[in-house]
Each structure stands twice: as structure tokens, then as C-alpha cells.
């Protein structure tokens, strides 16, 4: 049996700990916006000039969001591979670190991210509404209870493994997608498959021969969906109909959305179900151009625009290509002033190149292969997600033996 510590979160942690920083020298920065919800590392995307104010740290420092609505959606993550070790970022983060002899610095990124925690740190906030945060003094003199340092360490490696998995399929995906970018630019802009071959004139510049110039909507159908009134509970209570809403798209495969409908929300709205495969441009607003594809039959609010193969012969890989490599260019033709827009004729008169039938079964099947081995990680990182979920709140409070967990995961 474990030995458990229950004390003031200071007194058995490090909170906001000293880190010496020279003034006028670069660091490492983090900025809020790179941490990704619920997503253990974090690297530094930038480097700026010290000057005072920020929270400063070192590697494997944990950094937790204390404003709102960062906290809320799970902006908690390690900080790694800063160089030199050292470096700050936004004042919004309290700074945690194990204390020694006390607490393992792992332990404590998974003592915070545990949801009884930040439930009791959304408690602490003070301020005025939509810019609330954690007051500091009430955070660190929360009690905790915690157990021993052994113990903490095996917590620590159980979970660790976990998100270890989670992280390298996430970087295998980064590496997959890219490869597709980059065989679609070859193949589809640059055509240097063909470069040997007789080129003409269109009406998209010089392509092969045999290669024809037409609309996006002459190769997939288009749609969009509604909202069913919020003013029916029954349309969303016991939902089981996927619906999905544009701050779920991050150029991801959609498996599971944060809501769902029922078949009388569906019924008594524009809401719409899109088959497998479909994929979702995001046409209003902050998310204008994002990107998802459906892994299960899923409904969407109106913002979003269903991309819908027509029929095999091109297929949602081509469609997502397409629209992920000229975003730039479609954000481009957005309208309305501050609140950007685009709409389904937008989308629909898109100027695609259409290759040969011959070209197409040697581009398209490769391409394929790409994009399913991404959704297979994706599917794997949503059980490992799961079982970590599962597994973080039964092994704080101790009511899963360690034995048992450690075997479940394979550590």
C-alpha cells in the first residue's frame, strides 16, 4: 500500500518556480495559442527578446492555463526541447514543477490535468465575466493529496506511455499528410509525371494533354446543414445523431462530435445526414477553411459545406487535397468585412484539373493508402485517448492497482 500526503498544493509542489532569465537576451517563447487541449508536450514555435514580464520556464515544466476559456477546453500541457532549457511565454500560465524528494515532475502534469482539479481550479477564478482567472493565491494553497514518490513515478510511466503512443502516431500523421501534399503538388500542380509529355492551353494555364480544366462541383456534389432550435430539448437529448459544428474541424478525420441530434432534431431542421468519407469545408468566421472528413455518417450546423463524392472515380482524398493546398486562395474570396464568408458557389466553381482515367488510377490509389493509414492512427489515438481518460482519476485516487494498469498498458 501506497503512503498518500495530503497538504497545501505550494508545499508539495513547485508553483511558479524561479528561472533566471537575462534581460535583452532571446528565449524560447510560448504563446497560449500552440498548445493543443489536452495534449501532454509542447515545443516552442518562436523566439523573442526578454524583457520582464511572462512566465518563465524550463524543460518539463508543466504550463497551465488559468484564464478563461483556455482552462475550460483543456489548454495544460510539458513544456520540451526548449533550447538551452530554458524560456517563457504567456502571463496567462501558472508554471508547475515537482518538488524534490516530494513530487515526480511528470506526477504533477498529471495531478493537474486530472478533471476534479481543474473543475476546483474553474472554482478559484475571479474577474469579470469572459476575462476571469485563477487567483493565484487561492491555486497554490489548495489542498491536495498525493501519494508516495514511488508510486508517483508508475502513475507517471503508465500514462507517460500512454501519450508517448498518442504522440508519435500524431508526428507518423504529420509525416503522412505531407508525403500526400507532396505527391498531389507533383502530380496535380507541378505535373511532373508528365513533364515529357504534349502540353495545352486552358483555361488553368498550360496541363497534359488529355488533362481537362472544370468546376469543382462537376466532380462532387455539394450541401450544408442546419441547427436544430435550442429551444427543443428533444432534439437534443438522447441524441445519437453525429453534429458537427466548424470548431471541431482541425483538418482531421471526424469520428465523434461534441454533440449530437436526435432523429426529431433531424427532422425539424435543415440538418442533414452526410455519408461516410464526406468532407467539410468550414465557411464562416475565425474557422473560414478548415477542414474535416467524416469517418462516420455525420450531421452539421449551416456553417459547414459537405464536399460529397459523386462516385469513385473521385474520391474525398482528391477533394481534401485540394482544398487544404489552395485554403490560401479560397479564404482569398471570402466576404463580409470582419466576419469572413465564403458560400457553397464559391465552393462549387472552384477551378479543378481533372486528370486522364489512366493518370488518375495511378495517382489516386497511392493517395488512398496515405489517407488511411492517417485515419487508422487517428482511430488508435482515440482509444489510447480513452483508456488514458480512463485510467488518469482511478490511479490519483488509488482505486486501480498499478499491477493490473501496468499490465493493461504494456509499460
Known amino acids: ?23 535583452g537576451e532571446i528565449y524560447p517563447f510560448v504563446s497560449m495559442d500552440v498548445i493543443q487541449p489536452f495534449y501532454k508536450p509542447v515545443e516552442a514555435k518562436e523566439e523573442r527578446e526578454f524583457k520582464s514580464g511572462g512566465a518563465k520556464f524550463e524543460n518539463g515544466d508543466t504550463l497551465f492555463a488559468r484564464i478563461t476559456p483556455c482552462l475550460e477546453n483543456g489548454k495544460i500541457a510539458q513544456v520540451k526541447n526548449l533550447k538551452n532549457g530554458k524560456g517563457f511565454g504567456s502571463t496567462e500560465f501558472i508554471v508547475l514543477r515537482g518538488k524534490e524528494g516530494i513530487t515526480d515532475t511528470d506526477f504533477v502534469y498529471y495531478l493537474v490535468t486530472n478533471k476534479s482539479f481543474r473543475e476546483n481550479a474553474e472554482r478559484l477564478m475571479v474577474g469579470t465575466s469572459g476575462r476571469q482567472r485563477v487567483d493565484k493565491q487561492q491555486f497554490e494553497n489548495q489542498i491536495i493529496s498525493i501519494p508516495d514518490l514511488e508510486t508517483q513515478k508508475r502513475i507517471s510511466s503508465i500514462l507517460g506511455s500512454i501519450d508517448k503512443k498518442i504522440e508519435l502516431n500524431i508526428e507518423m500523421n504529420k509525416t503522412l499528410e505531407e508525403m500526400a501534399m507532396t505527391l498531389y503538388k507533383h502530380w496535380f500542380v507541378d505535373f511532373e509525371l508528365f ?29 450544408s446543414g442546419g441547427t436544430p432550435s435550442r429551444r427543443k430539448t428533444e ?8 453534429w ?11 469520428f465523434e462530435t461534441e454533440e449530437k441530434i436526435t432523429e426529431l432534431g433531424l427532422e425539424n431542421s435543415s440538418a442533414k445526414v452526410f455519408p461516410k468519407n464526406t468532407v ?12 474535416g472528413i467524416l469517418s462516420e455518417p455525420s450531421s452539421t450546423n449551416q456553417a459547414c459545406c459537405a464536399v460529397i463524392e ?7 482524398v482528391l477533394a481534401y487535397l485540394y482544398l487544404l493546398f489552395n485554403r490560401t486562395k479560397i479564404v482569398g474570396l471570402a466576404n463580409g468585412g470582419a466576419q469572413q464568408n465564403i458560400n457553397q458557389q464559391i465552393i462549387r466553381d472552384l477551378p479543378i484539373v481533372v486528370p486522364t482515367e489512366k493518370a488518375l ?8 493508402e496515405l ?18 481518460d480512463y485510467l488518469l482519476p482511478r490511479l490519483l485516487s488509488g482505486e486501480i492497482d498499478l499491477s493490473q494498469a501496468e499490465k493493461q498498458v504494456e509499460v
Open 1 to 23: 500500500m501506497s503512503k498518500w500526503i495530503e497538504g497545501k498544493l505550494k508545499d508539495l509542489v513547485e508553483v511558479n518556480p524561479t528561472v533566471k532569465l537575462r534581460k
Open 195 to 223: 513533364q515529357d509529355g504534349e502540353f495545352v492551353e486552358s483555361e488553368l494555364g498550360m496541363i497534359p494533354k488529355g488533362w481537362k480544366a472544370k468546376k469543382l462541383g462537376d466532380l462532387y456534389d455539394t450541401s
Open 235 to 242: 432534439y437534443y437529448q438522447d441524441g445519437t445523431i453525429n
Open 244 to 254: 458537427l459544428k466548424t470548431k471541431e474541424l482541425n483538418d482531421n478525420f471526424i
Open 280 to 291: 467539410i469545408i468550414a465557411m464562416y468566421g475565425a474557422t473560414v477553411g478548415k477542414l
Open 310 to 316: 459523386k462516385n469513385q472515380s473521385f474520391s474525398y
Open 361 to 368: 488510377n495511378i495517382i489516386q490509389p497511392k493517395l488512398l
Open 371 to 388: 489517407f488511411e493509414l492517417i485515419r487508422t492512427n487517428e482511430q488508435e489515438n482515440r482509444y489510447l485517448i480513452n483508456l488514458r
